[in-house]
C-alpha cells in the first residue's frame, strides 16, 4: 500500500513539474509557481531527485525582487484557466519588482529558510545541496530583511500580511469580521476556479470583490509598502506567517553556523528571533482561549478564534513547554475527539466551522505536515503521530486532494476528497512524512 502511494506520489510530482524548472500546485486550477507550494513541493522531491528540488527552489528565488520581496505567485506561462492573473495583479508598477518575472505584487508565508534546512537534512550528497546553500541562502536572507525592515511598521518583530491571499488560508472566517468593515466595489469579473470546482467549496464572488478591492488599493500606490500600511483596510498579524519566519530565521543561523562565517549574518538573525519571539508570546497568545490568535493591525484588536493555524508555533519552537501543553490541551479538545480527523483548518466546535469549504474547516496536509514536527519537537509523540496516520488514511482513502473533510461520518456515505486531484503538496509532503 505504503509503496504504491510513494509510487503515486512521485508520478504526481513529476507530471506537474514544468519545462521551466518549476511544479505547479495542481492542473488547471493553479497553472503557476506558487511560494510556500514550491517550498512543500522542493523537500518532496529532496526524497529522490534533489536536481528538481534546487531547480523548483531556483527558479522561485530567480523571480525575487530588487528589495528582497518574493513573490506569491509567478506567472510563468499565459493560461486561461486561472484568475486573477498577470494583467489584474500588474506587480510591475513597483519599481523594484522583477522584470524579467511577471508575479503577484504579495507574497506568502517565508517557508524558504527551513525548506533549505530540510533539504540539506534530507540529503545523500551533503557537499553538493550545502554548496547550492552557499549560493542562494543571501537570497532568502534579503527576504527576511524586507519583511522586518518594511512589514512591521510599529518595530514589534510581528510582520503584517496585507492581504488574505498572503496567509495562505485563503476564505478562512478569521477574516470574516475584516469583510464587515469593507464596502468594496462590485467588481465585473470571470471566476474560472468555480468552473472546475464545485462552487460550494471555493470562496464566493462577494469575497472576491474584497480580494481584488485590496489589491486595486495596493496598485494605486504602485505596491508601496508605507502605503500599503497606511491604507489597506486587510493589515494583520498572522500566527503562521511570522511562525514560519521565525522556523525560517532559526534554519538560517544554524545553516550558517554550517557554512561558517557570516557573523554578522547570524548576529542579525539572532536579535530578529528574540524580539519576534518575545513579542509573539506577549501579544499573539490568548490565555483564555488557550492558543495563539491573529491581531487585526487595521482596526486594532485581537481576531479571538481558533485555527490550525494557532498550533503552528509549535513547529517554531515559539510556545513555552507550559504554552505547549495549553495548545495541545485545547487541539485535542475542540479539534481531536474520536469522531473527527486531525486538524481540521478552523474550530469545528465554532458557528463558523464548515467541514466542506476550503479553509473554513477541511483538514490541509501542509498544516499538519507542520504539526507533526511541532508535537514531535515537544515531545507530543503520541499526538504527533495520530496527525501523521490520520494524513495517511484520508490519503489512502481519497487520494493526494487538496483539503480533506475531518468529519469521519462523512465517509459512511461518500468517500471523497476537495479540491483540486493530484495536489502537488499533499504528494510532496507524504514522501517527507513516509521517511
Ligand atoms: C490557494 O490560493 C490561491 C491564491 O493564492 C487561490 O485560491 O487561487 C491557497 O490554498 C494557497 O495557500 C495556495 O498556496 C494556493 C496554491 O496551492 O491555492
Redesign the pocket.
Known sequence: MATDLTKEAQQILNENFQAGGYTI??KG??PFQ????SGFIALGFAHYDMEKAKAEMKTLLDAQWDNGFIP??VFHQKSDT?FPGPDFHQAELHPLSNKDYPSTGMT?PPVLGFTLEKMYQIAQNKEDVLQFIIENIGKVYDNHNYFYSKRDPQNEGLVYIYHN?E????NSPLWDDIWATMDPPTYTFERK?TKLIDPSE??SNREYDHYLYIIDIAKEHNYDDQKIAELSPFLVQDPLFNAMLIKSNQAMIDLYKIIGGNEDKIAQLEKWQAKSKASFNSKLYDEELGAYIHYDLRNEKPIRFVSSSSFSPLFAGVPTIKQAATLVNTMMTKFGGDDMYLCASFDPTNERFNPKK??RGPV?INLNWMLYYGLKDYGYDEIADRVKSDSFELLEKVGFY?YFNPVKAAYDTETKGYG?GN???SAALYLDLMN
Open positions: 500546485p495542481c486550477l493553479y506558487w511560494k510556500w507550494d506569491h505567485i486561472y506568502q491571499w496567509s495562505g488560508t485563503d476556479d471555493r470562496p476550503y479553509w490541509w487538496e483540486g495536489f502537488s503538496w
